[in-house]
Each structure stands twice: as structure tokens, then as C-alpha cells.
């Protein structure tokens, strides 16, 4: 890494501000993203709901699905991210990118946290839905603070996941084959629709080793009046952390390979 | 030192195919140099190892006395790139592009919007600034990049094919923008190209590559007295690259061209 780490985030921020930037210019994508969360809590939600077939301790089914469609919404406009450096590969934008004097965990970085600001506005359409079905929403500034700290956190790890994923399979094609076969995964083997304590052993350990997990659990316990964290909030956030960096010092080591 | 950029030996292969074969070259502060070759001769596999996107297999190279593989961060500060696709991003207006790249290359934050400024005039497009970039012309894009590449004053520039896929007219003021990069700032350029005429125009030494071998390098007069006394300059090229029936490299032109067209929405 060259230079201060004042620079280095400087450098993470230059970039993170200019993706959002472009989101300025067409935010169109912003509306079409969130018909996905809408279906589920209004449609499935509803449903499952009367059904009452799933157990939810004493949360009411709706208030248990909330931050559960709030994660998937992070984990979606997330997992696709990575593609748009295979494009602006194919256009030459991350030749010059690489031939500047930025670090290379600092062009992944600042790529990955402007899918913060995806999330954050899925967030607030999110938010809408619930108080229209009546979640028993916690409005407290600190309850709030933590849901835009973890809805970033989950959307730069996430993001970066997937810009690992375009370095290793370098075309749009692959890349939406593979983008499909993980998402589906990820969110069904973990607690975002369901408790992990009525899967059966095999899924529940798959789903404890499953970032999207420890996304949901923390927002549960944040977002809902009454809410609580299976595995602790400390937990959570410690672990999305963890795996964040991990993705982060792995993507700057890959970034360089899209483009040769 | 007078000696910008030294390469000795530089080799680079993808498996089988040896895309670099052993070149040396160096190009002296305040030239314009110029690369010649046909598509596929190995141009673009030399630039990418000079600007450290692509480390060599054999040999080496420096820029301004850095090494590009040992010294790879010292380098990047010292050189611009414009690479042969437009890459401008299309999404942003120009003001801002140049604003990422400034932050990026570490002109410092009480001289930036100055700094802005000055490349916009200097290349003709303040009244477009705030333009989004897809509305700008080829011709346009290939200047704001060439803005972008001069924001931090490189000791280098390396312009990979800077006029393809672009009119006539747009040609020309491209050529003269880059003459003036010479004339007032004094940059030194390496260029990349397969027009004679750009060649022609811009450059005071040149080199020839052909399937990745360096077959030819001098000063324009040098080349065309080592082909014959009335050889012109497509004459050189053809000695040096072959006369072969050469119709792949034909059609990756065509390829080439079209792909930048599309990319203007033409």
C-alpha cells in the first residue's frame, strides 16, 4: 500500500463517491430493484402469515419477515455489483484505474461501499412497506444508526464477494450464470425467511456459516421493537467485519487479473 | 536524465504464443514516439507492460529510472495512460471524471479545481464540463481523456492508437492537441499506431513491430532512407511489417474501428 492510510481512504471515498454520483444521474435502477422486496412482504409475506405454519416466538410472522426481505434486498443489490467491472473492463475504465497510483484493496473498497447507498435507499422503500403492513417498527437513532451501519457493512461484503466472483470468471455471461446459482443459495439456507432452529442440522450448519445470517440476526434484533439477536449483535457485527476484510485484502489481490 | 523510458530484452508470452519477443527501445524527454505495427503485431501486450498492467516474462523496463515490475507505485505516478478503447465513463460528465482522476493521482485538493480548469481550456471543452460524457462526441471523449492522462503533469504519456474509430475531423484536432502537449508543456509521448499518416504528422522517431519482434527504429528520415530514395512512408511500413496477404490483421481493423463506433452510439 502506497502512501498514508489517510490517502488510502481518501482514495476509497474518491471512487465509492463517483459510483454514487452515476446513481444520481439514473436512479431508475433504484425503483425496478425494489418490486423484488415489495412481492415478498406484501404477497408471501401476507400468505405465510395466515398460514401461521412457520414459528416465530412472539414475533408476529410479518415483523419476523421484515428485516429478513430487508437483508435479501441487500444481498441483491449487492451480489450483482461485480459485473460492472467486466464492463468497464471491456471498455478500458479499470486499465486506467489500475495504472494509477490508487491501491488496489482501495479501487475494490470504494467500488463495494457504493452499494451501500443501493442498500440504503432499498432501505427506505423497505421501511415504507413494513409501516403500510404494520411492523411494529423501532424508530429509535440508535436503533437506526445500526441498520444503516449493517445494511452498508452487508452490501460492501456482499459486493465485494461478487467482484471476487467477476475477476475469477471474467465475462457477463458467466458471470449472470454464476450470479444466479449463488443467490438463491445464500438465501434460503439462512434465517431471512425461516428460524435456524427448525432446519435440519445439515442446513443450519451451512446457514451458520453464512454471512447473510449474521446480516439478518443483527437487523431482527434492530429494526423490530421487541426484536432480539440469536447469536449477539456484537456477534454479528464482528463476524461481518471479519469476513468483509477478508474479501477486501482477496479482491485487491484479484482485481488486476479481470484485466489480463 | 534524458532518457525517459529504457526497455532491454522485453519479453512477454501467453503460453505458446510469444506476443513480446525480446524488444529494446528507449525514448528520450520532450519526443514524440511512435509504435508502429499491424493489429496483432504486439503493440498493445508492450504498452500494458510499460503502464505495470502486465508483468513480463523476460527483460525489463523503466521509466524515468523505476523499474516497472520492482517499482511499479513510483512509475504509475509518473505516467498517463489513454488507452486504445474510448474509456471515458459515460455516466459522469466530464467535470467529474477529471475530479476522480485528480483525486486518484494526488493533485493536491487546494489546487484541484484549478488544475480542472486548466486541462479543460487546454483541450478545448470547458463550455462542455458539465455535459454527461454519452453525449459527447469520439473526437470529445478522446480529448477529455487525454485531459485526464495530463491532470498530474506525467513525464510520460501513452496514447494507445489515440485516433481510431474516429472522423476526419475529429482526427485532426486530436493530432493538433497532442502537438501542443509537446509544444507547451513539453511532455514526452509514446503513441501506438497503425495510420502512416498519424505517424507522419506527429512523430520524431518511430519503431516497427511485426508479429512481436522489433523489426525497425530511427527517426522518420532514417526509415525511409533505409527502405530506398524515394520511399515514402506506407512504402517502411510494408517493408518492415510484410506484404504478405495479411487479411485478419484487414479485418481486426474493420473490427476495431467498429467497435469504437458502437461505442459512440454510431
Known sequence: MTGSPGRFFAKTWAIAEMEVRKLRHDPTELVTRAVQPALWLLVFGQVFSRVRAIPTGHLSYMDFLMPGILAQSVLFVSIFNGISIIWERDLGIVHKFLVSPTPRTALVLGKSVSAGARALSQAVIIYALAVALGVDIDWSILSLAGVLVLAVLGATLFSTFSLIIACIVKTRERFMGIGQVLTMPLFFASNAIYPTEIMPSWLKAIAHLNPLTYEVDGLRALTLVGGRSVMGLGVDFAVLTAVLLLLVIIGGWMYPRIVT | ?266
Not at chain 2, 504498452?47 to 508483468?55: C, P
Not at chain 2, 517499482?71 to 467535470?95: F, K
Not at chain 2, 510520460?156 to 485516433?163: A, G, K, N, W
Open chain 2, 1 to 266: 536524465m534524458p532518457e525517459v523510458l529504457c526497455t532491454h530484452s522485453l519479453t512477454r508470452r501467453f503460453g505458446d504464443v510469444v506476443a513480446v519477443d525480446s524488444v529494446t527501445l528507449s525514448v528520450d524527454a520532450g519526443e514524440i514516439f511512435g509504435l508502429l505495427g499491424r493489429n496483432g503485431s504486439g503493440k498493445t501486450t508492450l504498452i500494458r507492460m510499460l503502464t505495470t498492467l502486465l508483468a513480463p516474462s523476460a527483460g525489463n523496463a523503466a521509466v524515468g529510472g523505476f523499474d516497472v515490475v520492482r517499482d511499479a507505485a513510483e512509475v504509475r505516478r509518473l505516467i498517463g495512460y489513454v488507452p486504445q478503447a474510448l474509456s471515458a465513463d459515460g455516466e459522469l460528465t466530464a467535470y467529474e471524471n477529471l475530479r476522480v482522476f485528480a483525486k486518484l493521482y494526488d493533485v493536491p485538493p487546494a489546487r484541484r479545481e484549478a488544475r480542472i480548469g486548466e486541462v479543460l481550456a487546454f483541450m478545448g471543452l470547458t463550455d462542455h464540463a458539465n455535459k454527461l460524457v454519452r453525449d459527447y462526441s469520439g473526437g470529445m471523449i478522446r480529448r477529455l481523456e487525454i485531459a485526464q492522462a495530463v491532470l498530474h503533469q506525467p513525464r510520460l504519456m501513452f496514447l494507445d492508437e489515440p485516433t481510431v474509430g474516429l472522423d476526419p475531423v475529429a482526427r485532426e484536432t486530436v493530432w493538433e492537441h497532442i502537438q501542443r502537449l509537446r509544444a507547451d508543456i513539453g511532455a514526452t509521448i509514446f503513441l501506438t499506431t497503425h495510420y502512416m499518416d498519424e505517424a507522419e504528422k506527429l512523430c520524431s522517431r518511430a519503431a516497427i513491430m511485426r508479429r512481436g519482434k522489433l523489426t525497425a527504429i530511427g527517426t522518420l528520415d532514417q526509415l525511409k532512407a533505409s527502405v530506398g530514395p524515394r520511399a515514402n512512408f506506407d512504402d517502411v511500413f510494408a517493408y518492415y511489417t510484410g506484404t504478405g496477404l495479411d487479411e485478419d490483421s484487414a479485418y481486426a481493423d474493420t473490427a476495431a474501428a467498429r467497435r469504437a463506433a458502437r461505442k459512440l452510439g454510431g
